[in-house]
């Protein structure tokens, strides 16, 4: 699994990539099994049985996660087995929470307080 360096400081540009390539049902479906699975990862036949999708189609979705850096391949032999990035998916989730309470720490704030505004 290689990590990605440029997870290290999300922007605007990798978040909307990642969230572009999340934002449809299958693909999202693909990302949580993969995350699921851990470290171990799943094969594409695999993800295939267990989602029920078909494998072009599937091939298809993993590629779109691939390239968005949500997701690593190794070959095994004739196998290739995914896993989830998920450096880049603390990262993303990171991005979308650094403005979170006015930028203090949620974990900081009463959990009644945190996202209500003043006044």
């Known amino acids: 699994m290689n990590a990605n360096p440029a ?3 999300m922007d605007e540009e990798l978040a909307v990539k990642a969230l572009a390539a ?3 049902t299958s693909r999202l479906r693909v990302f949580r099994a993969i995350v699921g699975a851990g470290l171990e990862g799943m094969q594409p036949g695999q993800l295939s049985q267990t989602l ?3 494998a072009n189609t599937l091939s298809f979705h993993l590629k779109e996660l691939h ?3 949500l997701a690593s391949v190794q ?3 004739r196998f290739l ?3 989830a990035n998920m450096p880049a998916m603390q990262s993303l989730v990171g991005f979308l929470t650094d403005h979170c309470c006015q930028g203090v720490p949620c974990a900081e ?3 009644a ?3 209500q505004r003043k006044g």
């Open 109 to 111: 704030m009463p959990l």
């Open 75 to 77: 070959r095994e032999g």
């Open 22 to 24: 999340l934002a449809q």
């Open 81 to 83: 087995r995914y896993c």
């Open 113 to 115: 307080a945190c996202g």
């Open 67 to 69: 390239h968005a850096g």
């Open 52 to 54: 029920d999708i078909p």
């Open 7 to 9: 997870w290290s400081t």
